[in-house]
């Protein structure tokens, strides 16, 4: 339908990591070819590990552009979830060449730029290129925190990804925050 109004490049631009207690938000934005549908690219969410990194390098391969962007934690503290998720999505938006003449948003909220923009609730279970970015976002996050967990093993960041699991929180408790954790966060700041 986007394609049939004239944009040639359409970017999904979606997020990974807006709710755990540690870690940065990442965004990523991805332009696939037009007309091609790809049977393993769908909402991060519905797929195992093992597909996820399948998908991400077959997007890797095929895709047309892929832009990524990483808010860090102490940005999230400093101005909020929301402005951070927009912000990450922002910059993985200006990382993509050929630039987009259509973003295609997961969410209800648009992102503070002057590129057309549609914003879709369940984008990333309507749109391929939404689809595509939420499993970029969610690799590339997940390898993130598999790296932290090098740093702070005691949080055990390897599995959990720096989300709220009862051995987290226990972690939490014993160990008190590290350097990663969002100390704005409830369960990190109480």
């Known amino acids: 339908m986007a394609r049939n109004a004239g944009y040639q490049w359409i970017a999904g631009v979606d997020e990974a990591g807006r709710g755990p207690l540690a870690g940065p938000v990442v965004a990523a934005a991805v332009i696939m070819p037009q007309g091609v549908t790809y049977p393993g690219i769908k909402d991060s969410k519905q797929l195992t590990e093992k597909a996820r990194e399948e998908s991400f390098c077959l997007i890797q391969r095929e895709a047309v552009a892929v832009g990524v962007g990483v ?32 973003c295609l948003v997961d969410g209800p909220h648009g992102i503070p730029m002057s590129l057309p923009q549609k914003c879709l609730v369940h984008g990333d279970s309507l749109s391929q290129s939404i689809s595509a970015a939420s499993i970029v976002a969610k690799v590339y996050r997940d390898r993130l925190m598999c790296a932290y967990h090098e740093q702070f093993p005691q949080y055990g960041f390897f599995e959990n990804k720096g989300y709220a699991t009862p051995r987290h929180q226990a972690s939490l408790k014993r160990h008190g925050p590290c350097p990663i954790h969002r100390t704005t966060f409830s369960g990190v700041c109480d």
């Open 71 to 102: 808010v860090s934690e102490k940005v999230i503290d400093e101005i909020n979830i929301l402005q951070a998720s927009l912000k990450a999505m922002k910059k993985a938006v200006f990382c993509l060449t050929p630039a987009p003449h259509l």
